[in-house]
């Protein structure tokens, strides 16, 4: 554009005289208004280049801003004894009775805000006395303990269920007793039950964890859990299963995680 105003300009110097007599006959109305248009339309394609810069730019920003938006959803869940829930990384709530509760059985709901895909990581405990795995220890009902949990989560604008517990969750057992189970009755089976236990991995419940090496979850019958109260409290979508290690006595401590796309 800045070419072509100096051919004008150019062009105006080199005919002068032209131009005068062009002026006297009344032409210089037709070449003001050609170099007004032609400025304007440089102007404006100067302006049109930039509004493209902009449009694009813009185009971006809603792109980003769309895949950045969140959705309100609700998570709820009941567990043999106690659970903690974090998404991508974050606690969006954990059990309001202390797994020390004798007989500690509830549900509970609790709601956050993401952005697909999100990780919902849980941490599912069985009630133990001590590391030996054993509960109420010389008392009358002495025994190893069984767990289990169960889960669901619902995008609460269009209340669909967008996942639930199944065979397809990553889990990893971090304590397992007692791995001797004769030892059941034993007096002191702290001194005589076998354990294992093994540090939760670092940063586990954030989304960008690599659980590949984790085991999946697996599925279990209400029977064999036999959940009680709380459970019977929330209306559980077909998709939604009890889930837990491959041992419900023996597996005391779970982690468990799923990624959520859709």
Not at 30 to 54: C, F, K, L
Not at 170 to 183: F, Y
Request: proline residues 2%; aromatic residues 8%.
């Amino acid at each position: 554009m800045i070419i072509a105003k100096n051919r004008l300009k150019s062009g105006l110097i080199v005919g002068l005289g032209i131009s005068m007599a062009l002026v006297a006959c009344g032409t210089d109305t037709d070449n003001a208004a050609s170099v007004s248009a032609t400025e304007a339309a440089a102007e404006t394609d100067a302006e049109t280049g930039d509004t493209t810069t902009d449009s694009s730019e813009d185009s971006e920003d809603s792109e980003s801003s769309s895949s950045d938006s969140t959705t309100s959803f609700q998570i709820e869940v009941w567990a043999d004894n106690w659970m903690a829930v974090y998404v991508d990384g974050e606690l969006v709530g954990e059990d309001s009775v202390p797994i020390t509760t004798e007989r500690s059985f509830n549900a509970e709901i609790f709601t956050f805000e993401a952005a697909y895909p999100f990780t919902v990581a849980i941490e599912a405990k069985d009630f133990k006395e001590t590391d030996s795995g054993i509960e109420y220890i010389g008392e009358s009902n002495q025994q190893m303990g069984d767990g289990g949990i169960i889960a669901q989560i619902t995008d609460t604008a269009t209340g669909a269920v967008v996942a639930s517990t199944d065979a397809s969750w990553s889990s990893l057992v971090i304590h397992r007793a007692p791995l001797n189970t004769e030892c059941v009755s034993d007096a002191d089976p702290d001194a005589t039950c076998e354990y294992e236990i093994i540090d939760a991995p670092s940063d586990w419940t954030a989304a960008d964890f690599d659980d590949s090496a984790w085991s999946t979850a697996t599925e279990w019958s209400a029977s064999d859990v036999d959940p009680k109260i709380g459970y019977d409290e929330i209306s559980w979508d077909d998709s939604a299963q009890l889930i837990w290690g491959t041992d419900l006595e023996i597996d005391n401590t779970i982690l468990l995680r799923t990624n959520v796309t859709s």
